[in-house]
């Protein structure tokens, strides 16, 4: 079984560089790459036991989620794994199933696993458990969504333009009755896109009819019903943007359902691509998170945390959006 130092002298580097690497620390990049090439070449693996023994650390770290089986989760997760794996970290996934009580119970999890850090998308804004957590000296990052009263570091996309860029665009074509289904205002991004919705219509100088606003959970569910409601009005919206990629497709099941034609009878715009969004025709118009980059910059974050460096603690990383727009919304000027 190859060794450190048989990585160190194929790589023509020291044992104490490959040992700086091995821990996830930073060495000159011609170094990096004659010790990567080494440890492919001799098939090397860390002990994480004896590794964990000798540096008090397990080299896992816990990434809580409430719902595993989107696009979203699997993205975000890709975007930290290709932060983790380099530097040897395992990491253990759990799914909260948006419960707060489940939450709790996978957090405690991770501190019987000994895991040195965590990545958390909580479900909504309760923070006495996550505090606790930190208060034991685990360090934790936010993804998706911040909680009020709580100093942690956190990556979130910039909700507030992205909707405003996606209601704006709807507007510039035309429309004024613009419907939005929104979700429970106790979860941040919610919070945040219904705000960029309430702006953008402020901006322009339209009068905003709460009768197109449609509260409701962020499910498939959820925007079916948003479109049930929209239809039975008198006077139903031209346009609407769904909150998040479940409530699209929640509606665009309703809408096809009622045999309505997208882009035609009813204009629609959604938050988060999806392979639907992009199979059917006309494609659904869509504000576009970084989720890969979301992943990446949170596993970042708690690398550095974890080797004990706090610098600008809490940073809160705002990523841009982009938007773009298809025929799923229709010039009626």
Partial sequence: MSTIKDVAKLSQTSVGTVSRYLNGYPIKTVNKEK???????LDFSINPIARGLKTNKTYTVGILIPKLANLFSTSVIEGMDQVFDPLGYSILVCDSKNSLEKEKEKLRLFKDKL?????????????QHIREIQENG????????????????GVVSDNVNGVYQAVEAIINRGHRRIAIIAGPQNIYP??????GYLRAMKDYNIEVDHNLIYQNEL????GYQGIASFCAMDEPPTAIFTSNDETTIGAYKSIIERGL??????SLFGYDQTELCQMVR????????????????S????ISRMKGDYTGFPIINRLKTEIVVTNSVKTIY
């Fill in 261 to 266: 034609l997208i882009g035609e009878d009813i």
């Fill in 299 to 302: 596993a970042e974050i708690l």
């Fill in 190 to 195: 919610a919070k945040e896109r219904l705000e």
């Fill in 35 to 41: 010790i990567e090439d080494a440890i492919k070449c």
């Fill in 219 to 222: 499910t498939r569910e959820g």
């Fill in 282 to 297: 006309p494609q659904i118009s869509v504000v576009i998170q970084p989720l890969e980059t979301i992943g990446k910059r």
């Fill in 115 to 127: 895991v040195d850090g965590i990545i958390l998308m909580p479900v909504n804004n309760t923070e």
């Fill in 138 to 153: 685990v360090p934790i990052v936010l993804i998706d969504r911040l909680v009020n009263n709580l100093q942690c570091d």
